[in-house]
């Protein structure tokens, strides 16, 4: 079972570079997530997608885009990174029948030069 | 003040000894998560509750609505349980989102 797979796992940037962060889940869930883990700070949410076709802003929306491709797939955007978006990602995904716990992917360790 | 407050932040303990971890949070919730997370970053949901208990293996999960607290116990604790512990609220109903603490970095030492 895949489960939630994010990539790439790691990858270094240098200021002012765009990349692009793909997840993909194949529980059929509807809701989506992205997340950035900093140390000392608790999961932080960046922006989510409720099902497929919208998306909403988090709790720290500025610097990033999504995109909900389709219901498997959520990719987070850096336009242009910036040193404070060093962090690790993580994606989630959940189904929407009641309270049903989230699924995260492995990470995505990301350093901004 | 943050809404969800783990204790304590850190944790070492002796194998086979009993291991509590504590969760509060300011919020009214619709389910509380427990969830691991190891040293190789990936999370992993361990527990959803929204009311008394649950026990898996040897781990046990409670929650007093009322006090709004939550506790995690670990019971024969292992080294492989050393793991960063991570409590998360769900507030704003079954769809809202998830308020995570900061963890609790836990270290069993054989």
């Known amino acids: 079972n895949a489960g939630v797979t994010q990539t790439p796992k790691f990858q270094v940037l240098k200021t002012g570079q765009s990349m692009t962060l793909q997840c993909a889940q194949d529980?059929?869930?509807?809701?989506m997530y992205w997340y950035r883990q900093d140390p000392g700070m608790g999961l932080r949410l960046i922006y989510y997608s409720a099902s497929e076709g919208t998306t909403d802003k988090g709790e720290v929306p500025n610097g990033y885009n999504v995109s909900r491709l389709n219901k498997r797939e959520f990719s987070l955007r850096l336009e242009s990174a910036a040193p404070s978006q060093t962090s690790v990602y993580f994606c989630a995904s959940r189904g929407t029948l009641g309270n049903q716990p989230q699924h995260f992917g492995d990470g995505t360790r990301l350093s901004i030069l | 003040k943050n809404e969800v407050e783990q204790s304590p932040q850190n944790l070492t303990a002796q194998e086979g000894e009993f291991i509590t971890i504590n969760c509060s949070y300011s919020?009214?919730?619709?389910?509380l998560h427990w969830l691991q997370q190891h040293p190789g970053g990936g999370i992993v949901s361990l527990f959803m509750l929204s009311s008394g208990k649950k026990k898996h293996g040897r781990l046990i999960a409670t929650i007093n609505i009322q006090e709004k607290h939550s506790s995690l116990h670990i019971t024969a604790s292992h080294p492989r349980d050393s793991a960063v512990y991570i409590c998360a609220v769900r507030s704003g109903g079954s769809q809202g989102n998830l308020i995570f603490g900061k963890g609790t970095k836990l270290s069993v030492k054989p």
């Open positions: 529980m059929n869930h509807n809701s």
């Open positions: 919020v009214g919730i619709s389910a």
